[in-house]
């Protein structure tokens, strides 16, 4: 168990480390200093505090979609569908908060509401797909995925849109979520933060969570002891859902403003991965969230001070999955651990 | 120490904001942000080259940001803001939103907005922000008139990007030129309904509206819309090749670039690079902010390219006779 | 509805069905051999910008496909590694090879062609009309004669997999992989050397698929040029059924909607086209939640063959 710990925070941290040194030569090979380089990256992200606030508001999103992903992978099953959640919850809020005419506080967490429960009702199909038709929830998810992202276009370019370009109309400014201390980054943040508590809390700390996990662990194990396992699915998917949704909002109320081309593309699967770097730990997440975001506000940065193309940036991030979850698979191989036992028999005895 | 090192360095900073004499050897830094990529062979090209030609002139320094997201407008202008850019160059009308939020949040900045609104520069709450505007309608009117003249079938068509003010003025003026110059040389000319991609870099896209249109008779392209429009003219090359012979015709823009596919028979040329130029004077002598910079066929922004051999010499002095209105302002009169 | 509109349509399905093709029977032997591989977006991207580097180097359209094949081969090994030796989870791979490919691809693209803001173009593959010196006139001959080499290999391909599965010995020893790894190990079939097989075929036509772009359709290479079509070729796949006809016919009913939403846009019709784009996504969901798991593709796909297991 101890070694197992062990292994979940190296095999992270060695990849990170992997993946920056195969940056470097890169950066090296295109004659700049990688030195140079990564400073430019560092002080992007976090060299001042309007820095740090630019890289917590782009983490935000990251947040919610690793922690729809950890919810989910929890109870054992994948959702892959948190980038579909997460424009489903966008939607919904748009049309809250373009339409009804509430705004304000009410008008703010009616928004919320709204997001997470069409962000819920998305998820739902994947998982009832899977307790009634036992179909695979991954695939399911990955295509209504591209089912939401062409809906928002129909929302944007259609529905509810305004002036000549494809966007819908923006956010009223007393919808809008408040920014701290003056920085980019707004209350959405906090809110993604208070979410990650409040599920490390009930995965670790109350006995419904502890079923949770359980079915995650073993399944099968866990329907024999008399667990509703379906339930549980099912009500992991909707929580991710809700989630991913509320994420959405949070983006649309304290970012973006109006849904746009891009809006939220790609978000879904980072956060699966992030969540899998993460180990399955809300609070890690966060801290993975972060991490990523950081590389991407600095790679701009890093490109106007030293002209290594923020592609760069994107091959070290694409390297760090590649590599901790080769790793992570790896340190589970029977072989590994026997290899392992005979590198350190003396460990063993102790 | 660090105390009296800040109190120098913030004594330095407000003497160089206060008297300008005193930054005269800064090097000013301009940044382009762009959704189509500048290697597209046509809008996303023009627009680069723009700046560089400008800051060439003036001795600015450059960087630029190209097939960005329509969601990472705003980010992307931000983190330039952050670098210390004197000015963000936006080739696009559909910046204006994320131009005017980030010109609200930096008000030292300065934002050349090409094809921005006439009203945008107003709307910019520090006064910072400037359209540099080419008129969309005498844009039209350059292709549309020879297109007019050039078209056969009477059918001629026009790929839009997105569907932008701007886009759907060159449009208009497109189609209006083209039918008066059709009715003055006795024919009628219909122009398909404009398809817009909604991407600039689909090129795929343009290969397949333009054989729709071909399809349904056009015999004359424009277009408005970077690789969207590359596209478009592989498709007319190939249906060319297909008879084994040039009938059906393309009008670039925003450069001259005749010559890269066989169907180009003309280029409506914009000048971006001297509005890029005015502004970043008016940055330069702190002059800069709020006001909207027309380029016209009458001071020089706009005119048109070299006319390829395909279109007779008869044409060419009909068009260039034409142009002549236009410029004189008699055009359609 | 003339009938000029009704042939260009059914010219237009075929010329957007054949990337499909490539794409999606590249998963259906990954899939066979108990592989489900979400990365064939990635796959074919790099296929793509590597297939228009090398034809553009070399001007031979023919080499940009095999090196466009090579390289959905090389990254394919990625995931070949880290999913059958090492058993990782098959669909995060995949999507981790989706996040890593392009972003290798666009970084080749902007080092290579540096800031240089001319367009880049290449010659395309001739078709065999215009190598044969004629000009095909009617509808007929333009279906069947004004296609390229590729076409032609890809309707080839789709008949060799489906008497390969069908017919031959070795093709049902590698769909036993797929559905019984462990009965087809006692069978004496080296399952781990079938799936690094079925891998390697996989990545060659997912490249390919995605050279056929560069070298075949467009003459220019933008970044995410292969636009969703990885996922509609796995959608097609699940649509076909898991066979190789059927992923011929959905390939084909994906590029009929593809295409009639192209020219609805042109006449200016009034529902929203995002909805015809939206059909083959749909439509896999609704064959899914209609057929039942029992049905629902090879047995083992998804879950990690280990040998000490058996």
């Not at chain 1, 998820?123 to 062409?150: C, D, F, H, W």
């Not at chain 3, 990954?30 to 074919?44: C, D, H």
């Amino acid at each position: 168990m101890h070694k197992n710990r062990l292994f979940s925070v190296l095999v992270p941290l060695i990849s990170v480390l992997l993946a920056f040194l195969v940056g470097c030569i890169i950066m090296a090979a295109l004659k700049a200093n990688p030195i140079t380089a990564l400073k430019a990256l560092w002080k992007g992200a976090f060299g001042s505090t309007r820095n740090l606030g630019t890289t917590l508001a782009r983490s935000t999103p990251l947040i919610f979609t690793s922690l729809c992903a950890c919810f989910a992978y929890r109870c054992g099953v994948f959702n892959l569908g948190g980038e579909g959640q997460f424009l489903m919850g966008s939607i919904a809020c748009c049309y809250v908060a373009t339409q009804s005419g509430i705004t304000g506080l009410p008008g703010i967490l009616l928004c919320l509401l709204a997001g997470g429960i069409a962000g819920g009702f998305w998820a739902a199909i994947p998982g009832l797909l899977k307790i009634y038709r036992g179909q695979n929830e991954m695939i399911i998810s990955i295509m209504l995925n591209y089912v939401a992202t062409l809906f928002m276009g129909v929302v944007y370019t259609n529905w509810l849109r305004e002036g000549s370009v494809p966007q819908t109309m923006a956010v009223p400014n007393e919808t809008k979520l408040t920014r701290l201390f003056g920085l980019r980054c707004t209350s959405a943040f906090v809110i993604a933060v208070v979410i990650g508590l409040l599920i490390y809390y009930f995965l670790f700390n109350t006995s419904m969570g502890f079923q949770l996990r359980a079915v995650g662990l073993n399944m099968t194990a866990s329907e024999f002891n008399g667990f509703a396992v379906k339930r549980f699915i099912l009500f992991s998917f909707i929580i991710s859902g809700v989630i991913a949704g509320i994420g959405g909002s949070a983006e649309l109320l304290g970012t973006q403003f109006r849904l746009i081309n891009g809006f939220g593309a790609g978000y879904g699967f980072d956060g699966v991965a992030m969540a899998l770097i993460a180990q399955l730990h809300p609070l890690a997440a966060i801290l993975v969230a972060i991490f990523f975001a950081a590389l991407r506000v600095g790679s701009t940065t890093m490109q106007a001070a030293t002209g290594v193309p923020t592609s760069v940036s994107e091959i070290i991030q694409a390297l760090v999955i590649v590599f901790t979850v080769a790793g992570l698979a790896l340190v589970k191989l029977p072989e590994f651990k026997a290899f392992l036992e005979r590198l350190f028999p003396a460990r063993k005895e102790a | 120490m660090k105390k009296v090192f800040a109190l120098v360095l913030s004594l330095v900073m407000v003497l160089a904001l206060a008297a300008p004499a005193f930054a005269a050897d800064k090097t000013y830094k301009v940044a382009m942000i762009c959704d189509s990529s500048i290697s597209d062979g046509g809008w996303g090209a023009a627009c680069y080259n723009a700046m560089i030609d400008a800051a060439a002139a003036n001795g600015w320094e450059t960087a630029y940001s190209d097939s960005i997201d329509q969601s990472a407008y705003y980010d992307t202008i931000v983190s330039y803001c952050d670098l210390g850019y004197d000015l963000i160059y936006a080739p696009g009308n559909q910046y204006t939103d994320a131009v005017l939020q980030a010109a609200e949040e930096y008000p030292e900045i300065a934002f050349a907005l090409l094809n921005g609104g006439a009203s945008t520069p107003e709307k910019a709450v520090n006064k910072n922000v400037t359209s540099l505007l080419p008129n969309a309608t005498e844009i039209g009117w350059i292709a549309g008139a020879l297109a007019g003249l050039m078209t056969e079938t009477g059918t001629i068509a026009f790929i839009g990007g997105m569907e932008l003010d701007t886009t759907k003025g060159k449009y208009a003026g497109y189609k209006e030129a083209a039918a008066y110059v059709g009715e003055k040389a006795g024919k009628t000319v219909k122009t398909l309904d404009i398809v817009y991609s909604n991407s600039f870099s689909a090129s795929d896209k343009g290969i397949e509206f333009a054989k729709a249109m071909i399809d349904q008779g056009a015999d004359v392209f424009f277009g408005d819309a970077s690789a969207v429009d590359s596209g478009a003219r592989q498709a007319i090359d190939a249906a060319n090749q297909a008879v084994g012979a040039i009938k059906i015709y393309d009008i670039a823009q925003p450069a001259d670039i005749l010559g890269q596919n066989e169907c180009i028979i003309c280029s409506q040329v914009t000048d971006n690079s001297s509005l890029v130029g005015l502004s970043m004077q008016a940055v330069m002598n702190g002059t800069f902010g709020g006001e909207v910079i027309y380029g016209t066929l009458e001071n020089g922004v706009l005119s048109a390219g070299k006319i390829s051999d395909l279109v007779p010499a008869e044409i060419q002095e009909q068009y260039k006779a034409y142009l002549e209105e236009m410029i004189a302002g008699t055009f359609m009169q | 509805m003339d009938m000029n509109f009704v042939t260009n349509l059914i010219l237009a399905s075929v010329r957007m069905a054949t990337p499909l093709i490539f794409v999606s029977l590249a998963e259906l032997y990954s899939q066979r051999a108990g592989l489900t591989n979400i990365g064939l977006e990635g796959l074919a991207t790099i296929g793509s910008l590597v297939g228009f580097m090398v034809s553009l180097l070399t001007d031979s359209p023919i080499l940009g496909v095999l090196a466009g094949m090579m390289a959905g081969i090389i990254v394919n090994m990625v995931f070949a590694y880290a999913t059958i030796s090492l058993c990782a989870e098959q669909i995060v791979y995949g999507m981790a090879i989706n996040i890593f490919a392009p972003a290798l691809a666009a970084f080749i693209y902007r080092v290579y062609f540096g800031s240089g803001s001319s367009l880049v173009q290449v010659r395309l593959m001739n078709t065999l009309a215009s190598t044969m010196g004629i000009t095909p006139s009617n509808f007929f001959a333009r279906l069947l004669l004004d296609q390229t080499f590729m076409v032609y290999f890809a309707y080839a391909l789709v008949i060799f997999t489906a008497i390969y599965f069908n017919k031959t010995k070795s093709g049902l020893n590698f769909k036993a992989v797929g559905e019984h790894p462990k009965a087809a190990a006692t069978l004496g079939i080296n399952v781990i050397r079938t799936k690094y097989i079925a891998s390697i075929i996989c990545g060659a036509l997912a490249g390919m698929g995605g050279a056929y772009l560069t070298t075949c359709y467009t003459t220019t290479y933008v970044d995410g040029n292969i636009a969703g079509r990885g996922f509609i070729a796995l959608a097609a796949v699940i649509f076909g059924r898991w066979s190789a006809g059927g992923v011929l016919l959905a390939c084909l009913f994906f590029g009929f909607c593809d295409a009639l939403q192209i020219r609805l846009q042109v006449a200016s019709f009034g529902l929203p086209y995002q909805f015809f784009q939206m059909i083959p996504y749909v439509a896999t969901v609704v064959v899914l939640a209609l057929i039942g798991m029992k049905k629902a593709g090879p047995k083992s796909c998804g879950k990690p063959y280990r040998k000490e297991e058996r």
